[in-house]
């Protein structure tokens, strides 16, 4: 059984650092793009970041610069490190495996992240 396990949420300080980690017990997890997407409430689920198979990685605007997304094929983990946090980035942030040749998606169940003073 497939499972993505959130960890290292928590509350921070505006301007304070979290790092995300996620455990994916995928098998061939090396052939998935692995992401963090959040949701605020009363919004729609949003991409964060995702890292390819191959390491290439995609930001959203608001992460750019702030937020750093790796992955460790070999542990089968992928972390989110965050720093210079702000106030709207408090979210619940889930962690995300997908292959689309596959048609395999899976998700986490999410940890929140509070930015508040």
């Known amino acids: 059984q497939v499972q993505l396990v959130e960890s290292g949420g928590g509350l921070v300080q505006p301007g304070g650092s979290l790092r995300l980690s996620c455990a994916a017990s995928?098998?061939?997890?090396?052939?998935?793009?692995m992401g963090w997407y959040r949701q605020a409430p009363g919004k729609q689920r949003e991409l964060v970041a995702a890292?390819?198979?191959?390491?290439?990685?995609n930001y959203a605007d608001s992460a750019q610069g702030r937020f750093i997304i790796s992955r460790d094929n070999a542990v089968k983990t992928v972390t989110l490190q965050m720093n210079s946090l702000k106030p709207e980035d408090t979210a619940v942030y889930f962690c995300?495996?997908?292959?689309?040749?596959?048609?395999?998606?899976?998700w986490g169940q999410g940890t929140q992240v509070t930015v508040s003073a």
């Open positions: 995300n495996g997908d292959n689309h040749r596959l048609s395999q998606t899976y």
């Open positions: 995928i098998r061939f997890v090396n052939l998935y793009v």
């Open positions: 890292i390819a198979p191959g390491g290439s990685t």
